[in-house]
């Protein structure tokens, strides 16, 4: 080659160098931007999963406590019994004690005539609460004003069924402490804080509590109309409130940008709020990002000047000897390296983020006809579950939702699948689930993605953050558990302890009853759980109880106990001062290595439960005879029948019994009632439904009785019953019956009424003849 050609050839790849640098640099600084601007749409929308996720909870957690609260409202209801209405004092105990059980501000009751009814005091209550002046048909939520101008929460709801005072009791209403509850869900969090309210339809705040920059009381759509200049956004606003809608929306709020959301409460018409200055994903990985793009940039311009320089010498090392050359070649060639492993670090720094965060981003890939072409799954993705490389966790769909444990699977593909198919772009994948990991069996992961679409709707990528929530997961199940079992026990237990099961020893959460003195003295350092119930069984338990307790509360009984089941519980006696009691003890596990124990006194729900049997038993009785009255009655035949039981079935009435009260007065009549009563019970057996109508009527079921020899023994030894009555007052007047009977095939249902009309005209042939006679149907 001559030198011209060399020349010329030395020119062409300078150029091309040149050219490639340049390339080189447009490229990075467009790739770097690309990025950034990627960077910021995922970290909004991972804000708004936040916030809505937070408002979510919130919306339902506020739901839970106010059916709660009506729960604990019904239950009262429940348990109140007449004793609790025969004297003012009697019912000013009884209000006490369901504020003092269910930790009421207020607990009232209120008669037809306006008076409300509390543990303290009577008073006219249309005036100071203005929900009772109408009729109480539904449970209602309430505000009232007080005297010093804050707003006050009741739920009222009907009554019926009592009476006190020679009143009817019409509703019952409680205090709802909304402001506590909504100042327990604000929280902050570095410079984040996240406010919380509760408004009206027509933005009127339901609370006394500030709203971020908004003070207590100052209606909230009139302020966001007054500082907000977009009036499309405030009329969505204004009619997503009217119609009981949700939604997401920025507004320039207090002079500052701000996220507000807001999410109906379920069943009462009220808007839950969430207002966020500021968001932690903006402060925190935003800034990580901007840091991270800045010194990408960095590294970019620097490989640029290092090619330029790389160029230079190329230039250079043209017109230097060859042993210059190659000396020059090495050294470009181990800068050349270094630079590469700088950017390569650089690239990766994306990666560690989302393994400090334990988080993973994946992508998924659609065709036009929206069908899956391709699937990533990232590194951190794949570490998460314990995998080290795609051939242990391929690029597939089925590589993920085979793992998913079963009582997921069907949601989480649901979700999955709803969020492609929606082309509105309206439904966004936020969920948890457990998966099956490598090594460490199922854990709890949150997913959230959405995807980009084509101008048509169709889905092009599916893009998506993959994060480990297994601890926090834990954690708040646990703790949730542990809470509900402590609080519950604390309303009703007076005494409650827990027990280490490594040491043996019990520390007290709440001492209300009865406690050893030794324990007493020093109940703050361990005591012996052995030594604390024996002497509580010796000084407290019923002489004919400690045996039992001795045994069924012995520590080694109780693990054997919560082995086989979530909690162990029993009741026994006490002798307080030569007088008896009934008293319930209840374990429960908290952990591999705590139980605790709680115990209470149930005389109340001893006697009500006697009482209970009482009434009922009055309520089904026939007060003159014994037997069952007549609604009773009809109601278990009529049940018998419906199950297809079949058997006999008779009606029948006292002949002449008119002539009996009119000849021999009343009396006599009532004795002639009781005695054919007694007849037909000893003519049937125990079990079989004997009742009495009404007058001289009465009624008998026999299930088990289908051959007709067997029915007409049985009523003849009635008949036969019958002629052995004898009452002074009578004489030697003869009693007899005219009877219907049929006997009903089993194995189907059948109707009471039609074969109670069989056998009345049974009862009216029966009276065509002379003395005691049955007609079968």
């Known amino acids: 080659m001559t030198k011209q050609a060399k020349r010329v050839f030395q020119i062409i790849i300078t150029s091309l160098?040149?050219?490639?640098?340049?390339?080189?640099?447009?490229?990075?600084?467009?790739?770097?931007?690309?990025?950034?601007?990627?960077?910021?749409?995922?970290?909004?929308?991972?804000?708004?999963?936040?916030?809505?996720?937070?408002?979510?909870?919130?919306?339902?957690?506020?739901?839970?406590?106010?059916?709660?609260?009506?729960?604990?409202?019904?239950?009262?209801?429940?348990?109140?019994?007449?004793?609790?209405?025969?004297?003012?004092?009697?019912?000013?105990?009884?209000?006490?004690?369901?504020?003092?059980?269910?930790?009421?501000?207020?607990?009232?009751?209120v008669d037809e005539n306006g008076l409300v009814y509390t543990s303290h005091s009577t008073c006219s209550g249309k005036t100071r609460y203005p929900f009772l002046a109408e009729k109480i048909t539904k449970p209602i939520y309430s505000t009232v004003l007080n005297y010093g101008g804050e707003k006050q929460l009741f739920l009222a709801v009907p009554v019926s069924g009592l009476y006190f005072n020679n009143s009817k009791i019409t509703a019952c209403f409680v205090e709802i402490n909304i402001n506590q509850l909504m100042r327990s869900m604000a929280y902050r969090y570095d410079d984040m804080e996240t406010y919380v309210n509760l408004y009206y339809k027509n933005g009127e705040s339901l609370t006394n509590s500030d709203f971020g920059k908004l003070p207590a009381g100052v209606n909230l759509l009139s302020t966001?109309?007054?500082?907000?200049?977009?009036?499309?956004?405030?009329?969505?606003?204004?009619?997503?409130?009217?119609?009981?809608?949700?939604?997401?929306?920025?507004?320039?709020?207090?002079?500052?940008?701000?996220?507000?959301?807001?999410?109906?409460?379920?069943?009462?018409?009220?808007?839950?709020?969430?207002?966020?200055?500021?968001?932690?994903?903006?402060?925190?990985?935003?800034?990580?990002?901007?840091?991270?793009?800045?010194?990408?940039?960095?590294?970019?311009?620097?490989?640029?000047?290092?090619?330029?320089?790389?160029?230079?010498?190329f230039i250079l090392i043209i017109r230097n000897a060859s042993h210059f050359k190659i000396q020059q070649e090495k050294i470009v060639s181990q800068r050349t390296q270094l630079a590469y492993e700088k950017l390569n670090k650089e690239t990766n720094a994306m990666q560690i983020i989302h393994s400090v965060l334990s988080s993973g981003p994946w992508t998924i890939e659609f065709d036009?006809?929206?069908?899956?072409?391709?699937?990533?799954?990232?590194?951190?993705?794949?570490?998460?579950?314990?995998?080290?490389?795609?051939?242990?966790?391929?690029?597939?769909?089925?590589?993920?939702?085979?793992?998913?444990?079963?009582?997921?699977?069907?949601?989480?593909?649901?979700?999955?699948?709803?969020?492609?198919?929606?082309?509105?772009?309206?439904?966004?994948?936020?969920?948890?689930?457990?998966?099956?990991?490598?090594?460490?069996?199922?854990?709890?992961?949150?997913?959230?993605?959405?995807?980009?679409?084509?101008?048509?709707?169709?889905?092009?990528?599916?893009?998506?953050?993959?994060?480990?929530?297994?601890?926090?997961?834990?954690?708040?199940?646990?703790?949730?558990?542990?809470?509900?079992?402590?609080?519950?026990?604390?309303?009703?237990?007076?005494?409650?302890?827990?027990?280490?099961l490594t040491t043996r020893t019990v520390k007290p959460v709440k001492l209300g009853g009865y406690v050893p003195e030794s324990f007493m003295e020093n109940y703050s350092a361990d005591s012996s759980y052995d030594t604390f119930f024996s002497e509580y069984i010796e000084h407290r338990v019923y002489s004919e109880d400690r045996a039992f307790m001795n045994e069924a509360i012995a520590l080694d009984t109780i693990i054997q106990k919560l082995n086989e089941s979530d909690e162990y519980s029993s009741s026994y006696r006490i002798d307080d001062k030569g007088e008896l009691h009934f008293y319930e003890f209840k374990y429960m596990k908290l952990n591999s290595d705590t139980i605790i124990v709680g115990i209470m006194n149930i005389d109340k729900i001893v006697n009500d439960a006697k009482e209970k049997q009482k009434l009922i038993v009055l309520s089904e009785t026939d007060r003159m005879t014994g037997l069952l009255n007549r609604v009773s009655g009809e109601l278990k035949v009529e049940d018998n029948l419906k199950k297809g039981n079949g058997g006999l079935f008779i009606l029948l009435d006292i002949d002449h019994f008119k002539s009996f009260n009119d000849t021999y007065g009343h009396g006599a009549g009532d004795k002639v009632i009781i005695n054919v009563a007694n007849c037909l019970k000893t003519a049937f057996r125990e079990h079989d439904i004997v009742f009495r109508l009404g007058g001289d009527e009465f009624s008998a079921y026999a299930a088990e009785v289908h051959d007709k020899k067997i029915a007409e023994a049985i009523i003849n030894r009635f008949i036969d019953n019958l002629k052995t009555i004898v009452i002074p007052e009578i004489g030697e007047t003869a009693i007899t019956a005219s009877i219907g009977a049929t006997i009903i095939k089993s194995g189907e249902p059948a109707d009471f009424g039609d074969n109670y009309k069989l056998i009345d005209s049974g009862v009216y042939e029966s009276k065509k003849i002379a003395g005691s006679c049955v007609t079968f149907k």
């Not at 009981?244 to 500052?256: A, C, F, K, R």
């Open 224 to 313: 966001i109309s007054s500082s907000e200049n977009e009036s499309k956004k405030i009329k969505k606003i204004i009619n997503d409130f009217e119609a009981g809608g949700s939604g997401l929306v920025n507004i320039n709020y207090g002079d500052e940008e701000a996220h507000l959301f807001y999410i109906p409460v379920k069943s009462t018409g009220w808007i839950l709020t969430i207002l966020v200055y500021e968001t932690a994903i903006n402060d925190q990985v935003g800034s990580n990002i901007e840091s991270l793009m800045q010194q990408t940039r960095s590294h970019v311009f620097f490989i640029f000047a290092l090619f330029f320089l790389l160029f230079i010498e």
């Open 368 to 500: 036009e006809n929206g069908q899956i072409t391709k699937c990533n799954w990232s590194e951190t993705f794949r570490k998460l579950l314990g995998f080290d490389s795609e051939k242990e966790f391929p690029n597939t769909l089925e590589a993920w939702s085979d793992r998913l444990h079963k009582s997921d699977k069907n949601f989480v593909l649901k979700a999955f699948w709803d969020t492609v198919n929606d082309t509105t772009g309206n439904t966004v994948y936020d969920v948890e689930y457990r998966l099956l990991t490598k090594n460490n069996g199922w854990k709890w992961y949150h997913a959230a993605g959405n995807i980009i679409r084509s101008p048509d709707g169709k889905p092009q990528t599916y893009v998506g953050l993959f994060t480990d929530i297994d601890e926090n997961k834990r954690n708040e199940i646990n703790l949730m558990e542990q809470f509900n079992i402590v609080n519950a026990l604390s309303r009703d237990y007076a005494n409650i302890l827990t027990i280490n």
């Open 17 to 109: 160098m040149g050219l490639l640098i340049i390339l080189f640099l447009i490229m990075s600084v467009r790739t770097a931007d690309t990025t950034k601007e990627v960077t910021d749409k995922a970290i909004d929308k991972i804000s708004y999963f936040y916030i809505e996720e937070i408002a979510k909870n919130r919306a339902s957690f506020i739901s839970n406590e106010l059916d709660k609260k009506y729960n604990y409202v019904n239950n009262a209801l429940d348990i109140i019994s007449q004793k609790d209405l025969e004297s003012p004092k009697a019912l000013r105990n009884y209000l006490g004690n369901i504020r003092r059980l269910y930790n009421m501000d207020t607990f009232a009751l």
